[in-house]
């Protein structure tokens, strides 16, 4: 069952949100300013993740990291 990570405290790098997310990642902008990062490939490689997918609106697939507006930094 896919994972949703609601991260808080400094922003992951780049390299983090990778292992978080086991592969490239894709930025998705949710409502509020807060971002998700999600496997770019995950449509073809990965379940379903419904929690994800409610909170974005859209069919979301494996582990993400969610990062609130106020946590972001200049990572993202």
């Known amino acids: 069952m896919p994972k949703t990570i609601l991260w808080e405290g400094t922003a ?4 983090e949100a990778q292992e978080m ?3 490239y990642v894709e930025l998705v902008r949710l409502e509020g300013g807060d971002i998700m990062l999600v496997n770019e490939d995950g449509r073809m490689e990965k379940d379903p993740n419904q ?7 859209q069919m ?3 582990d993400v990291v ?3 507006n106020q946590d972001r ?4």
Do not use: C, Q, Y
């Not at 992951?12 to 390299?15: M, N, Y």
């Open 21 to 23: 997310v086991e592969g």
């Open 12 to 15: 992951p790098s780049l390299s």
């Open 51 to 57: 929690t994800a997918s409610e909170l974005a609106g």
């Open 66 to 68: 969610v990062i609130r």
């Open 73 to 76: 930094g200049d990572n993202w």
């Open 60 to 62: 979301i697939f494996g």
